[in-house]
């Protein structure tokens, strides 16, 4: 039976549930979950690093993964990184949650942002892609108790101003004091 790697990258960074310090190497395996296990070198090279990388930026990151039981491999034919064996990420099930209409579920499995310590082009994404995601289910409910429930791990503007629009008290709502002057302008 194959085995399966849990990685944890919504408000944490862990392997198998143990926090790991190798984040980056984490980031590298999401991304190949994310993308259907398998992604070309230069695709990855452009999403996970800015500038220009050296060239051992990527096989380094790889080794770092394997390092801490993460596996991921490279196919020199194919110029592809790929997943050998089976690995569940916790952002790829809040998508599918969201996706398949499980907003409660989604929202139960959200603890905070993904890899918030993370600042590549797939890390901005993928948080912005979540959460974004996740205000729109919880406003396609209408439910109020759901959008406050969001409210306190996901910090969204538009999710913040249905809350007020709603007669949501201010001072519970996540607004920024730059937010909350703007909205005392408008009204």
């Known amino acids: 039976m194959e085995r399966t790697v849990e990685i944890s990258t919504l408000g944490s960074c862990a392997v ?29 090279m452009v999403n996970l690093f800015e ?3 050296a060239p ?6 790889a080794l770092r993964a394997r390092k801490i039981g993460l596996p991921v491999r490279y196919d020199r034919l194919r110029g592809s990184y790929w997943l050998e064996e089976g690995v569940s990420c916790d952002v790829a099930e809040v998508l ?10 989604a929202l139960d499995r959200y603890p905070g942002p993904f890899l918030p310590a993370s600042h ?11 959460e974004n995601a996740l ?4 406003l396609k409910r209408a439910d109020l108790d759901l959008m406050t429930r969001a409210d306190r791990v996901v910090k969204h503007p538009v999710l913040s101003e249905e809350l007020v629009r709603r007669g949501a008290d201010t001072a519970t709502v996540s ?10 302008a408008v009204g």
Do not use: I, Y
């Not at 395996?29 to 993308?35: E, G, I, N, R």
């Not at 004091?177 to 703007?182: D, H, I, T, Y």
């Open 16 to 44: 198998d549930g143990v926090t790991v310090p190798s984040r980056r190497a984490v980031e590298l395996t999401a991304l190949l979950v994310l993308s259907g296990g398998r992604a070309q070198r230069d695709w990855m």
């Open 135 to 138: 205000v729109k289910a919880v």
């Open 51 to 53: 500038g220009d990388p």
């Open 56 to 61: 051992s930026s990527l096989p380094t990151l």
């Open 120 to 130: 590549s082009p797939f890390a901005v994404e993928v948080r912005a892609t979540v």
């Open 175 to 184: 607004l920024s004091r730059s937010w909350l002057n703007a909205l005392e």
């Open 96 to 105: 599918g949650l969201l996706r398949s209409g499980g907003t409660e579920e």
